[in-house]
């Protein structure tokens, strides 16, 4: 069973506010990602990363940092929040080898910036 | 680059009903298919995928998926549908060439399906 973890599951703050999203996995992955959604909207890959102290920008650009300090840990941050980045935040992960073709999804963070 | 094109944002069907949600994408090199399903406030889960061989792929809670190389295409498939089907279907592709885009997902933009009793 994939045990991917996001939190918090929703979290409403004020213009100018600094958030860090928090995802957790438990399965040893290397590969982990972050994607944003929104509504009636297909997922953009923002940040991903291959391992321990590798992180890339993905394909969708954004204003957010993430860290990879620690394998199963991969955390977004937004120093300033705006309106802009009110939307679902998903974190993924996939293994190696004949694992590394199935991604595994947490719940999601939405986020509203007021 | 690759792109996904799901054809239909929303589906509505009766239950019991037949249901096709058509995806196609566009790819330079080849490349694996997915499609995940994602339930209201909750993240998305694999429903199948196709790697390679047979084209017929089944996967969980009896979808189906058949890829068609020549039409580019990725359909899924369900011979009787249940209310609890009723979800955001997103297709997606990964290309299998290396790279910096090795292990990437593109997603198509999702459709709505919505089974009425």
């Known amino acids: 069973e994939a045990d991917i973890y996001q939190t918090p599951r929703y979290l409403v703050i004020g213009t100018g506010k600094k958030i860090t999203l928090e995802c957790s996995q438990t399965m040893g992955h290397d590969k982990m990602y972050w994607y944003q959604q929104d509504p009636g909207m297909e997922l953009h890959l923002i940040h991903y990363s291959y391992g321990v102290n590798s992180t890339e920008k993905g394909d969708l650009s954004s204003e957010s940092t993430v860290s990879r300090i620690r394998t199963e840990h991969f955390p977004l941050t937004l120093e300033s929040a705006r309106p802009s980045h009110t939307s679902q935040y998903l974190c993924a992960s996939s293994g190696t080898g004949q694992f590394s073709y199935e991604q595994y999804f947490g719940p999601g963070t939405r986020l509203t910036v007021t | ?117």
């Open chain 2, 1 to 117: 680059a690759q792109s996904v094109t799901q054809l239909d944002s929303q589906v509505p069907v009766f239950e019991e009903a037949p249901v096709e949600l058509r995806c196609n994408y566009s790819s330079s090199v080849s490349v694996y298919l997915f499609w995940y399903v994602q339930y209201p406030n909750q993240g998305l889960q694999l429903l199948l995928k196709y790697l390679s061989g047979s084209t017929l792929v089944k996967g969980i809670n009896g979808f189906e998926a058949e890829f068609n190389k020549s039409q580019t295409s990725f359909h899924l498939r369900k011979p009787s549908v249940h209310i609890s089907d009723t979800a955001e279907y997103f297709c997606a592709v990964r290309t299998n060439a290396g790279g910096t885009s090795y292990g990437k997902l593109t997603f198509g933009q999702g459709t709505i399906l919505t089974v009425h009793p």
